[in-house]
């Protein structure tokens, strides 16, 4: 579902981007924009917003004239929600954004920041992680510019403010000055034309304050990064130089192509646990202490195959208090997913005579001299499973569950080729011996 939240009207086109960020981001991407028939939209109602008072006239710092601001007479919120297909990268009808162009322009943005901020832990699309483009089709609205988004919580002393970083190709060019628009305009050496931003709005009687810079690049790339912030301080955890900065990143225009060899960025995994915790329960040295324990069991393992990425990548799942990591064989169709959450309760082996137990692997049981409990299951090609691009394939999975409640799942899969067909050789996924000594690896508590 995509949801979108546009306003009657030009005075609001320098808050609509902070506003949505604020009142649906976890709705998911947001496009932001001007409806100039209320009607139209599919779900509609009526919402107060208000923002900070405009002076006019005024004089902007880099701006030769200044327009008045629009009217805003009239002006109506509109909510609306239109169907997309799955986003993904290397989509051919945005060219631009690729994978590796993905990772090369996250990459970009983490190393801008400065030294004492950081990003709160969070899943990878909660971590500044640019995300697939939502492809919409015949749904798009008239005037929709298809964008890539970065998010996540920043933090700097005792200060903090949500993130979001949006970048798109635009024929738009370089707006006017309109009071109220923006308070200050830079350019470049380059041609950039950076504008920038501090105010409030009120939405329902909430204010949220907001900082923003966007960049206007010389290859038609436009670049808004915002803060937004509901703190009665207003502090922000950048400086709007810094913010600036950020917008205007040469690896963020969609003309620069990734270095060969970048990577893609890492994606939201998936914990299956019975635990009731949230991410804001996982604490970073437990991370740390859970992916040592990894990287030490991996290099124990002798022949351990070469991965894509270490195995000790833990990252928040994007529900719940436990971390993951996807990875995959280098070479191969081969793939390795861990998971490790807390509060599991010590499972007890099924009863292979009940008729709702006949379907599905066999799942044996033992327990270790701990106490421990490891499952195990071979799915063959009966048991198969189907990915989200539809391609069949054959897992195999061990789960440890210590009595301390901690339990780390390993599954490895590996496609199955359409043209295979019995009598055939089947391809496997990773021994058991290798999952079952990644499962074991000492994580004695979570989180």
């Not at 996250?106 to 990878?124: C, F, I, N, Q, R």
Request: charged content about 20%; glycine content about 8%.
């Amino acid at each position: 579902m995509y949801c979108r939240l546009v306003l009657e009207g030009r005075r609001y086109d320098a808050i609509i981007d902070a506003s949505v960020i604020v009142t649906v981001v976890a709705l998911g991407v947001v496009a932001a924009g001007l409806l100039r028939s209320p009607e139209s939209a599919v779900a509609e109602r009526d919402s107060s917003i208000v923002s900070e008072p405009i002076e006019y006239p005024v004089d902007i710092p880099g701006c030769s004239e200044v327009e008045p601001p629009p009217s805003s007479e009239g002006e109506r919120v509109s909510w609306s929600s239109l169907g997309g297909s799955s986003p993904s990268y290397d989509n051919p009808a945005y060219s631009w954004l690729t994978s590796s162009k993905a990772g090369a322009m996250s990459a970009a943005v983490l190393a801008a920041l400065p030294g004492d901020v950081t990003v709160e832990l969070a899943a990878p699309s909660q971590s500044l992680t640019f995300q697939p483009v939502d492809d919409l089709g015949g749904a798009a609205p008239d005037g929709f510019e298809p964008s890539t988004s970065a998010r996540g919580e920043l933090a700097r002393a005792d200060s903090s403010a949500y993130a979001s970083i949006d970048v798109r190709p635009s024929d738009t060019g370089v707006p006017a000055c309109v009071a109220g628009a923006l308070d200050a305009r830079t350019t470049e050496l380059d041609g950039t034309v950076i504008d920038t931003n501090d105010g409030w709005y009120e939405f329902d009687g909430n204010r949220t304050h907001f900082r923003s810079a966007t960049a206007y690049h010389p290859d038609g790339t436009l670049v808004t990064a915002n803060l937004t912030t509901d703190n009665t301080s207003a502090e922000f955890p950048m400086e709007t130089s810094e913010l600036a900065l950020v917008a205007a990143l040469p690896e963020l225009r969609v003309t620069v192509l990734a270095p060969v060899g970048t990577p893609g960025p890492r994606q939201d995994c998936s914990v299956t646990s019975d635990e009731n915790g949230t991410v804001a329960d996982i604490r970073a040295e437990s991370v740390e202490a859970a992916n040592d324990a990894l990287t030490i069991t991996w290099e124990s393992i002798p022949d351990a195959p070469p991965l894509n990425r270490p195995i000790g990548s833990l990252v928040p799942g994007y529900y719940g208090s436990g971390v993951c990591a996807d990875l995959e064989v280098v070479g191969t169709d081969i793939g390795i997913s861990i998971s490790v959450s807390g509060g599991a309760a010590l499972p007890v082996a099924l009863d292979p005579y009940d008729p709702e137990n006949a379907y599905g692997p066999v799942v044996e049981f033992r327990t270790l001299p701990d106490g421990s409990v490891v499952e195990s299951y071979d799915a063959d090609i009966v048991n198969s499973m189907t990915s989200e691009d539809g391609t069949t394939q054959l897992a195999r999975s061990v789960t440890v569950t210590r009595p301390s409640g901690v339990q780390v799942s390993v599954r490895s899969t590996v496609d199955l080729a359409r043209t295979q067909y019995a009598p055939m050789v089947l391809p496997e996924p990773l021994p058991f011996e290798i999952l079952d000594a990644v499962a074991q690896a000492p994580i004695a508590q979570w989180p």
